[in-house]
């Protein structure tokens, strides 16, 4: 009877079956894997591995959210009073002519139900984008297809693929296990549990067995904390047992920015502002009038001036509150997104593109952060000799050369048994695959291990050939706290049972100080002898030699074994080892690293190094890329962990380099920084890396050689794994504060001015608001909107890396945001005061009717609009004249102020528009007028620009 594929639609209890079963009824090789047609074939059949998405919230929740917005109840508030006192002049017939009754009532309505569904458009973009740009830092996942390991996307996976799983990695599918070395796993996503679960493959369990008791299968979205397994996927996409509960999915976090939680408190605050203003006036001027006249209060409150007064704070109230400004900021956040990705680095959490304007610090790997990762050996020592390797790259040609030697050539092998045996170690104790793809040399796995294989293969040494020799039988994993591995393997010896050789052997290799502490004998010759005092301090200086050069140095080890030792046992394993040698490989640092080190440094931003290598070659790669200045201290691992939390803050301000440190004192590390007030970026690409990038302000994720768990926990992914990247991001993160600040000075400074401007109305005795509500909101929305959304997408003006961060806890009108807001208000009242009594008393001289004696109201509302476009251009510097800057850098302003310009004419010139928004004809003298005022404003903030840089060559000239 020949095994049946399970149809897609059945459920197979795979825990209960034995592993080959599992293989048998997958029909698939546990060392071939599926072949690529089968692969599509199951694809077709399965589909892609993909949970259809629990949408985090539903379109419903963010509709419904835009509606609860304070400004835009406060608007649903005037449009409801303005139908009421529309109603009652309807009712007493003072309607005029060709008015349309409610016409602002339903102009507000409408302008609060596009304005909701753009702010509901606007944020499930936002949310899909973020999701999406997550997407883009899916997995992959190593499996073996056509008997060769790729690595695929997660998506691509189907029932019957062979995967490889390792510490780090977030389990794609669910999958039965086949082979497994010290296989933890994590399973909080699934079941809740934080502590992980040890998984063994040689058991078929009861079929009632609990799903957190289910320890031959691995589950999809379960972290790997420690070991390795291959597992042959059972189920994919909505057909595992987190597709069952795919609400449960993390959801997307599109929390909001520090700033915009401000921006809401702000809002807030100016809502209630407007409240109470709106009280004032009308009570007070009710109040006033009636004092004045000497009238019943009820009488005035209910006759025409209540009225008046009513309209004049419903206009002052729909002008304090900068109604586009929301939209506005999540726009520019969006778009600095998008600009950073350009750029490489993917956003995951959205207030991060702010806090990277302030971050003051950042620390980072070493290994493939500052460096390029790509590892040539270039030395290797053995008790014998000391040899100089040649080649280039990953390509295993090239041979070994003596040291000191007179250039005599190459040495053979063969004849140094001491060499064969370390590179046997180096291709045994490792997990890496050196292939040939297209003509290149390419590792897959640990860039470390690939160049092993590849000073390996110089001696002819291939790893499928030896590993089929000596199979591993067990093996201790690396980590970054064990800075060490080990593999058990049987030795081609074991043929010949009974010969008097011991059967298995262990080969060690690690950070080179630990392998020797645990070494008590050296192979010289083709034979171990007890390892001497002297032979030490060699091996040692040796290591700093080439540590000092930069070098990363490996040291390795081996040990006969008679048994093969429990995954428990690694503390005594690893120990009583024969040293067999060092090797020295180069990993160059990338070449635009030490330029983005000095943009640091202009802007006030430190660069620390953080690595797990020795310390000489964390110092001499430091000096060479300017983090660390010759003499500088550089803290080990072991140094911190005698320091106190108290002491460490004081050290962590002068040292910029630490070597030999743990994932857990990179956690330290950020918080003794977070207590000296530096906002932290930290970076990180392993399991343990998780907490201290969740501590960090910014954590950085690497989003080549980064595992799942790490990912996950950041705010950031480095798509190219560059320390210049996050300069980058930090580069945009202060272009889009800037320009945050810049617009809110901008809208704000404009808003102020309209509510002077109406204030000053009645005050000045002048009858009648000057500008209806719906006038305001057109104001606030389109006129200042378009603009301001303009001068979002404003470029880096060259200074943003010369000046230190800023405070992320300063207020939003700190750096003199506020008073230039309120000095800017002021002008451009007083421009339109000015303009607004010298129009009103020439329309009451040139005209009789009193439609055209209203123009002067219309004309204000114009010198406002305008006003606010030089402003616009001005404004896109606060050193540099307008003249001075490059109009084509920022087209959009000039676009967005001739589009504005125009609509605004329009409104003017058109008879339906100038029906609907109630202005007035104006002639070309009126017109000018208008002009001529508003342009005093772009006169004034160039002025001001003038006034600053001479009060600066003053101060220089004086100080
Ligand atoms: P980093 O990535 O900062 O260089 P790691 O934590 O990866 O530091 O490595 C720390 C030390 O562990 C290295 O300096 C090296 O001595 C050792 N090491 C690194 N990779 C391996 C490996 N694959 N096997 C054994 N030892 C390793
Ligand atoms: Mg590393």
Same mark, same amino acid.
């Given at each position: 009877?020949?095994?049946?594929?399970?149809?897609?639609?059945?459920?197979?209890?795979?825990?209960?079956?034995?592993?080959?079963?599992?293989?048998?009824?997958?029909?698939?090789?546990?060392?071939?894997?599926?072949?690529?047609?089968?692969?599509?074939?199951?694809?077709?059949?399965?589909?892609?591995?993909?949970?259809?998405?629990?949408?985090?919230?539903?379109?419903?929740?963010?509709?419904?959210?835009?509606?609860?917005?304070?400004?835009?109840?406060?608007?649903?508030?005037?449009?409801?009073?303005?139908?009421?006192?529309?109603?009652?002049?309807?009712?007493?017939?003072?309607?005029?002519?060709?008015?349309?009754?409610?016409?602002?009532?339903?102009?507000?309505?409408?302008?609060?139900?596009?304005?909701?569904?753009?702010?509901?458009?606007?944020?499930?973009?936002?949310?899909?984008?973020?999701?999406?740009?997550?997407?883009?830092?899916?997995?992959?996942?190593?499996?073996?297809?056509?008997?060769?390991?790729?690595?695929?996307?997660?998506?691509?996976?189907?029932?019957?693929?062979?995967?490889?799983?390792?510490?780090?990695?977030?389990?794609?599918?669910?999958?039965?296990?086949?082979?497994?070395?010290?296989?933890?796993?994590?399973?909080?996503?699934?079941?809740?549990?934080?502590?992980?679960?040890?998984?063994?493959?040689?058991?078929?369990?009861?079929?009632?067995?609990?799903?957190?008791?289910?320890?031959?299968?691995?589950?999809?979205?379960? #972290? !790997?904390?420690?070991?390795? /397994?291959? &597992? @042959? =996927?059972?189920?994919?996409?909505?057909?595992?047992?987190?597709?069952?509960? %795919?609400?449960?999915?993390?959801?997307?976090?599109?929390?909001?920015?520090?700033?915009?939680?401000?921006?809401?408190?702000?809002?807030?605050?100016?809502?209630?502002?407007?409240?109470?203003?709106?009280?004032?006036?009308?009570?007070?001027?009710?109040?006033?009038?009636?004092?004045?006249?000497?009238?019943?209060?009820?009488?005035?409150?209910?006759?025409?001036?209540?009225?008046?007064?009513? #309209? !004049?704070?419903?206009?002052? /109230?729909? &002008? @304090? =509150?900068?109604?586009?400004?929301?939209?506005?900021?999540?726009?520019?956040? %969006?778009?600095?997104?998008?600009?950073?990705?350009?750029?490489?680095?993917?956003?995951?959490?959205?207030?991060?593109?702010?806090?990277?304007?302030?971050?003051?610090?950042?620390?980072?790997?070493?290994?493939?952060?500052?460096?390029?990762?790509?590892?040539?050996?270039?030395?290797?020592?053995?008790?014998?000799?000391?040899?100089?390797?040649?080649?280039?790259?990953?390509?295993?040609?090239? #041979?070994?050369?003596?040291?000191?030697?007179?250039?005599?050539?190459?040495?053979?092998?063969?004849?140094?048994?001491?060499?064969?045996?370390?590179?046997?170690?180096?291709?045994?104790?490792?997990?890496?695959?050196?292939?040939?793809?297209?003509?290149?040399?390419?590792?897959?796995?640990?860039?470390?291990?690939?160049?092993?294989?590849?000073?390996?293969?110089?001696?002819?040494?291939?790893?499928?050939?030896?590993?089929?020799?000596?199979?591993?039988?067990?093996?201790?994993?690396?980590?970054?706290?064990?800075?060490?591995?080990?593999?058990?393997?049987?030795?081609?010896?074991?043929?010949?049972?009974?010969?008097?050789?011991?059967?298995?052997?262990?080969?060690?290799?690690?950070?080179?100080?630990?392998?020797?502490?645990?070494?008590?004998?050296?192979?010289?010759?083709?034979?171990?002898?007890?390892?001497?005092?002297?032979?030490?301090?060699?091996?040692?200086?040796?290591?700093?030699?080439?540590?000092?050069?930069?070098?990363?140095?490996?040291?390795?080890?081996?040990?006969?074994?008679?048994?093969?030792?429990?995954?428990?046992?690694?503390?005594?394993?690893?120990?009583?080892?024969?040293?067999?040698?060092?090797?020295?490989?180069?990993?160059?640092?990338?070449?635009?690293?030490?330029?983005?080190?000095?943009?640091?440094?202009?802007?006030?931003?430190?660069?620390?190094?953080?690595?797990?290598?020795?310390?000489?070659?964390?110092?001499?790669?430091?000096?060479?890329?300017?983090?660390?200045?010759?003499?500088?201290?550089?803290?080990?691992?072991?140094?911190?962990?005698?320091?106190?939390?108290?002491?460490?803050?004081?050290?962590?301000?002068?040292?910029?380099?630490?070597?030999?440190?743990?994932?857990?004192?990179?956690?330290?590390?950020?918080?003794?920084?977070?207590?000296?007030?530096?906002?932290?970026?930290?970076?990180?690409?392993?399991?343990?890396?998780?907490?201290?990038?969740?501590?960090?302000?910014?954590?950085?994720?690497?989003?080549?050689?980064?595992?799942?768990?790490?990912?996950?926990?950041?705010?950031?992914?480095?798509?190219?794994?560059?320390?210049?990247?996050?300069?980058?991001?930090?580069?945009?993160?202060?272009?889009?504060?800037?320009?945050?600040?810049?617009?809110?000075?901008?809208?704000?400074?404009?808003?102020?001015?309209?509510?002077?401007?109406?204030?000053?109305?009645?005050?000045?005795?002048?009858?009648?608001?000057?500008?209806?509500?719906?006038?305001?909101?057109?104001?606030?929305?389109?006129?200042?909107?378009?603009?301001?959304?303009?001068?979002?997408?404003?470029?880096?003006?060259?200074?943003?890396?010369?000046?230190?961060?800023?405070?992320?806890?300063?207020?939003?009108?700190?750096?003199?945001?506020?008073?230039?807001?309120?000095?800017?208000?002021?002008?451009?009242?007083?421009?339109?005061?000015?303009?607004?009594?010298?129009?009103?008393?020439?329309?009451?001289?040139?005209?009789?009717?009193?439609?055209?004696?209203?123009?002067?109201?219309?004309?204000?509302?114009?010198?406002?609009?305008?006003?606010?476009?030089?402003?616009?251009?001005?404004?896109?510097?606060?050193?540099?004249?307008?003249?001075?800057?490059?109009?084509?850098?920022?087209?959009?302003?000039?676009?967005?102020?001739?589009?504005?310009?125009?609509?605004?004419?329009?409104?003017?010139?058109?008879?339906?528009?100038?029906?609907?928004?109630?202005?007035?004809?104006?002639?070309?003298?009126?017109?000018?007028?208008?002009?001529?005022?508003?342009?005093?404003?772009?006169?004034?903030?160039?002025?001001?620009?003038?006034?600053?840089?001479?009060?600066?060559?003053?101060?220089?000239?004086?100080?």
């Amino acid at each position: 009877m020949t095994a049946q594929p399970p149809l897609p639609n059945q459920v197979t209890l795979w825990h209960t079956l034995e592993a080959d079963k599992a293989l048998e009824l997958l029909q698939t090789d546990r060392q071939l894997g599926l072949t690529s047609d089968q692969a599509a074939a199951q694809l077709e059949r399965y589909g892609s591995n993909e949970l259809v998405e629990a949408q985090g919230r539903s379109a419903w929740n963010i509709l419904f959210d835009q509606f609860t917005n304070i400004m835009l109840l406060l608007l649903i508030a005037v449009a409801i009073v303005s139908g009421i006192l529309d109603f009652v002049s309807w009712q007493a017939g003072d309607l005029k002519a060709n008015d349309v009754p409610f016409k602002d009532t339903i102009a507000i309505l409408a302008i609060v139900i596009l304005n909701g569904l753009l702010g509901y458009l606007q944020e499930s973009k936002a949310e899909k984008d973020l999701a999406a740009l997550k997407q883009m830092a899916s997995s992959r996942v190593r499996v073996i297809r056509d008997g060769k390991t790729l690595e695929v996307d997660s998506r691509d996976l189907v029932p019957g693929d062979v995967m490889l799983l390792e510490a780090g990695v977030q389990v794609a599918a669910d999958a039965r296990l086949i082979e497994a070395a010290n296989l933890q796993v994590r399973e909080a996503a699934l079941t809740g549990e934080a502590q992980a679960v040890s998984k063994q493959v040689a058991v078929a369990l009861p079929d009632d067995t609990p799903l957190g008791d289910r320890v031959n299968l691995v589950f999809q979205g379960t #972290e !790997v904390v420690n070991g390795r /397994a291959t &597992a @042959i =996927v059972t189920n994919t996409g909505m057909k595992t047992e987190l597709g069952r509960i %795919a609400t449960m999915l993390q959801e997307v976090e599109s929390e909001p920015t520090p700033l915009q939680q401000r921006m809401d408190q702000l809002s807030q605050a100016l809502v209630t502002g407007a409240l109470t203003l709106v009280g004032l006036v009308v009570f007070g001027g009710i109040g006033y009038a009636a004092w004045r006249t000497g009238e019943n209060l009820l009488k005035v409150a209910l006759g025409p001036t209540g009225k008046e007064f009513l #309209e !004049v704070s419903l206009s002052m /109230a729909v &002008a @304090i =509150v900068p109604e586009g400004l929301p939209a506005v900021i999540t726009v520019t956040l %969006a778009l600095g997104t998008q600009r950073m990705v350009k750029r490489h680095a993917l956003i995951r959490k959205l207030p991060a593109v702010e806090t990277l304007g302030s971050v003051t610090t950042i620390c980072s790997d070493k290994t493939g952060t500052l460096t390029q990762n790509k590892m040539v050996v270039q030395l290797v020592h053995t008790s014998h000799s000391a040899l100089r390797v040649t080649g280039e790259g990953y390509d295993p040609a090239g #041979e070994f050369q003596p040291l000191n030697g007179d250039g005599a050539g190459a040495i053979a092998p063969s004849h140094h048994p001491e060499l064969l045996n370390l590179l046997t170690a180096c291709t045994l104790c490792n997990d890496a695959i050196l292939q040939k793809e297209q003509g290149d040399w390419v590792i897959l796995g640990d860039p470390t291990e690939g160049a092993l294989l590849s000073v390996a293969g110089k001696a002819g040494f291939q790893k499928d050939q030896w590993t089929n020799e000596m199979p591993r039988l067990a093996e201790f994993p690396f980590s970054s706290e064990r800075k060490r591995m080990s593999v058990i393997v049987e030795t081609a010896a074991n043929a010949e049972a009974g010969s008097g050789v011991d059967r298995y052997m262990m080969f060690t290799k690690g950070s080179p100080e630990l392998i020797l502490e645990r070494c008590t004998q050296i192979q010289v010759g083709e034979a171990a002898q007890p390892i001497t005092a002297q032979q030490r301090q060699t091996i040692l200086e040796q290591n700093n030699q080439m540590a000092g050069r930069g070098l990363r140095v490996l040291g390795f080890a081996c040990k006969p074994l008679s048994a093969v030792p429990a995954e428990t046992d690694e503390e005594t394993a690893e120990q009583q080892l024969i040293w067999l040698g060092l090797v020295g490989m180069l990993d160059a640092p990338r070449p635009e690293v030490r330029g983005a080190v000095a943009r640091c440094r202009s802007a006030g931003i430190r660069p620390l190094m953080i690595t797990g290598d020795h310390q000489l070659t964390a110092q001499a790669v430091a000096e060479d890329l300017g983090i660390a200045y010759p003499g500088d201290r550089v803290l080990t691992g072991r140094d911190l962990e005698k320091l106190s939390l108290a002491e460490l803050e004081q050290v962590v301000e002068e040292v910029s380099v630490y070597a030999r440190v743990a994932p857990e004192h990179k956690l330290r590390i950020v918080q003794a920084l977070q207590h000296r007030k530096q906002i932290v970026s930290m970076t990180g690409d392993g399991v343990n890396d998780a907490p201290a990038l969740k501590q960090a302000d910014i954590g950085v994720a690497m989003g080549i050689t980064g595992t799942d768990v790490s990912k996950d926990a950041s705010d950031m992914v480095l798509l190219d794994d560059n320390f210049a990247t996050i300069v980058a991001a930090v580069e945009e993160g202060r272009v889009v504060y800037t320009n945050i600040r810049r617009f809110i000075k901008y809208i704000l400074g404009s808003n102020i001015g309209e509510l002077l401007t109406i204030g000053a109305a009645p005050l000045i005795g002048l009858g009648g608001v000057p500008l209806s509500p719906l006038q305001i909101l057109w104001m606030n929305l389109v006129t200042d909107g378009l603009p301001a959304l303009a001068l979002a997408v404003e470029p880096a003006e060259p200074n943003v890396m010369n000046r230190p961060p800023h405070d992320p806890q300063e207020s939003i009108f700190a750096r003199g945001l506020g008073s230039y807001m309120l000095r800017i208000g002021l002008i451009l009242s007083i421009l339109a005061i000015g303009l607004m009594t010298w129009s009103y008393s020439y329309t009451h001289t040139v005209y009789t009717d009193p439609a055209d004696q209203d123009r002067w109201k219309t004309m204000v509302f114009t010198t406002l609009c305008l006003a606010q476009m030089g402003h616009a251009l001005a404004i896109r510097s606060n050193t540099r004249l307008t003249i001075e800057m490059n109009p084509m850098t920022n087209l959009y302003v000039w676009a967005s102020v001739v589009f504005t310009s125009l609509l605004q004419l329009a409104l003017i010139y058109v008879p339906f528009l100038r029906n609907f928004f109630g202005t007035h004809y104006l002639n070309m003298t009126e017109l000018g007028v208008c002009l001529g005022f508003s342009a005093l404003m772009f006169v004034w903030v160039e002025m001001e620009k003038i006034a600053l840089r001479l009060y600066v060559t003053w101060q220089k000239r004086k100080g």
